[in-house]
Structures are given as structure tokens and as C-alpha cells.
T-cell receptor
């Protein structure tokens, strides 16, 4: 079957760094997406990885290891506005997105 | 314009009502999607339109009826809904389907309550 695993909830301190992990099992693979979703709002695109390695975009970076079926989202210099759910989604061979349940990130002052 | 616009933002309806959700994008995207999202759950795919043709229907009950009048518009017609259909309904678009250009742009959603 197809499956995405990510932690349910994480807590971090303002100004710190946090890493949100995601492991996936899909029928074929066409890339890994990370989305941010604030409560009651729509998901917004953060990153897309299809090749192994680290993609850096400002305070956010995303890493992919295809051989391990593993990705992480790294958030640096955390701000209170980063409190949100972070959704990992893998695209299978049919270009269907398989979504994780999301990681709720709580930022404390 | 990188926006997907959804209306209404909130909708309360009875089980005998008929209502429609509307979605519009002007990014030239050729794929449009309806998702349903319950609280603290990931989005669940309902329908995909590719080049104005329905390409995916994820076994959605017939009380939900999608319509794609043109490449910029997507509607979801609702009839005889059940209380368990209460959820956030998200519209999304992407450049294409099956092209590797599936980065989704989401609208702000319609929060639907069925009484």
C-alpha cells in the first residue's frame, strides 16, 4: 500500500531550528511536496524535491533521499507565524498526491 | 495573478438545500481539483479536471456534482448533503496533470456546515 508517515505534533522555541521528518512508500515516485497550512486556511506550497539532496529557500530547506524514502523540512530562525501544520505529500507513478496527516508545529516564545 | 479564488468562504445549508461552490483561476492552468478536508486531517481528493474534462472521480457520492464550464472555472454542485459532509472544501489548480508540473495552488476554501 501507499503510506506517508510524519510526526503528529512538534514544539520548538522562537529563533531556534526545527526539522520535520517524513517517510513515504508509494507505487512509483514523481516527487515530494511540502505544504504549510495555518488553521482554517488553505495549504500553501513550500517546496518540491524530485532529486536527492537539499533545496534551500530562505529560512526553509527541504531534503530528499529517494533510496531511503525519506524527506525532511528544515525551518531556521523560527518565528511565531511559523506555527502551522506542515503537510508532506508524495506523488506516485500516476501523478497522484499521497498526503501525510500533517505535523502541527507549535512555536513558543 | 497567482490566485485561486473560491466563493463563498462560508456556507451553512440544510440537508434538503441545493447550493454551489465556485472556483476561478486565471493562471492558464489546465488542471483543476476539488478536495475535501476534515479538521486535523490531510486533504482528500474528490475530482480532477484536465483540459476541462473530468479525469478522476474518487468514488465521490452523487450528491456532489462537479462542473467545469471553461478552463478558468470549476463548480461543485451540492444537493441533499448529510451532516458528515461538513468540511473545508478546497479548490486547487496546477499547470497540468501527469506532466510533472503538479504544483498545486489552493484557494482559501469554503467552510461548509450541513445542518
Amino acid at each position: 500500500g501507499q503510506n506517508i508517515d510524519q510526526p503528529t505534533e512538534m514544539t520548538a522555541t522562537e529563533g531556534a531550528i526545527v526539522q520535520i521528518n517524513c517517510t513515504y512508500q508509494t507505487s512509483g515516485f514523481n516527487g515530494l511536496f511540502w505544504y504549510q497550512q495555518h488553521a482554517g486556511e488553505a495549504p500553501t506550497f513550500l517546496s518540491y524535491n524530485v532529486l536527492d539532496g537539499l533545496e534551500e529557500k530562505g529560512r526553509f530547506s527541504s531534503f530528499l533521499s529517494r533510496s531511503k524514502g525519506y524527506s525532511y523540512l528544515l525551518l531556521k530562525e523560527l518565528q511565531m507565524k511559523d506555527s502551522a501544520s506542515y503537510l508532506c505529500a508524495a506523488m506516485d507513478s500516476n501523478y497522484q498526491l499521497i498526503w501525510g496527516a500533517g505535523t502541527k508545529l507549535i512555536i513558543k516564545p | 495573478d497567482t490566485e485561486v479564488t473560491q466563493t463563498p468562504k462560508h456556507l451553512v445549508m440544510g440537508m434538503t438545500n441545493k447550493k454551489s461552490l465556485k472556483c476561478e483561476q486565471h493562471m492558464g492552468h489546465r488542471a483543476m481539483y476539488w478536495y475535501k478536508q476534515k479538521a486535523k486531517k490531510p486533504p482528500e481528493l474528490m475530482f480532477v479536471y484536465s483540459y476541462e474534462k473530468l479525469s478522476i472521480n474518487e468514488s465521490v457520492p452523487s450528491r456532489f456534482s462537479p462542473e467545469c464550464p471553461n478552463s478558468s472555472l470549476l463548480n461543485l454542485h451540492l444537493h441533499a448533503l448529510q451532516p458528515e459532509d461538513s468540511a473545508l472544501y478546497l479548490c486547487a489548480s496546477s499547470q497540468g496533470v501527469g506532466t510533472g508540473a503538479e504544483k498545486l495552488f489552493f484557494g482559501s476554501g469554503t467552510q461548509l456546515s450541513v445542518l
